[in-house]
């Protein structure tokens, strides 16, 4: 079980991760270094996200799982890509039925 943020804590930042995904060429500078330091477009990222929402946040996720962490306090952080993905996976698969 994950914990240390309240649902609405988590609900909010799960939007916000979203509609970065989502902002195409509305996306600040900072948020198009982020995505280009994942190798992401961030204008293809929003088309896709359009066409198919869970392969585009598996992808970010991927990204972010490639990345060089630093040391974390606790190993739940490093966690974050893999579980996400899964929980994606597994949406997409229910959705297919």
């Given at each position: 079980m994950w914990t240390g943020a309240s649902p609405e804590r988590a609900a909010t930042?799960?939007?916000?991760?979203?509609?970065?995904l989502t902002k195409g060429e509305a996306l600040?500078?900072?948020q198009s270094d982020v995505f280009?330091?994942?190798?992401?477009d961030g204008t293809e990222m929003a088309k896709r996200m359009q066409e198919d929402a869970a392969?585009?946040?598996i992808?970010?996720?991927d990204a972010l799982g490639q990345l060089e962490a630093?040391?974390?306090?606790s190993?739940?952080?490093?966690?974050?890509?893999?579980?996400c993905k899964t929980?994606?996976?597994?949406?997409?698969?229910?959705?297919?039925?």
């Amino acid at each position: 079980m994950w914990t240390g943020a309240s649902p609405e804590r988590a609900a909010t930042g799960m939007k916000n991760f979203l509609n970065a995904l989502t902002k195409g060429e509305a996306l600040t500078k900072r948020q198009s270094d982020v995505f280009a330091e994942l190798g992401i477009d961030g204008t293809e990222m929003a088309k896709r996200m359009q066409e198919d929402a869970a392969g585009g946040i598996i992808a970010v996720l991927d990204a972010l799982g490639q990345l060089e962490a630093y040391p974390a306090t606790s190993g739940s952080i490093r966690d974050l890509p893999l579980y996400c993905k899964t929980l994606c996976q597994r949406t997409a698969t229910i959705r297919a039925g």
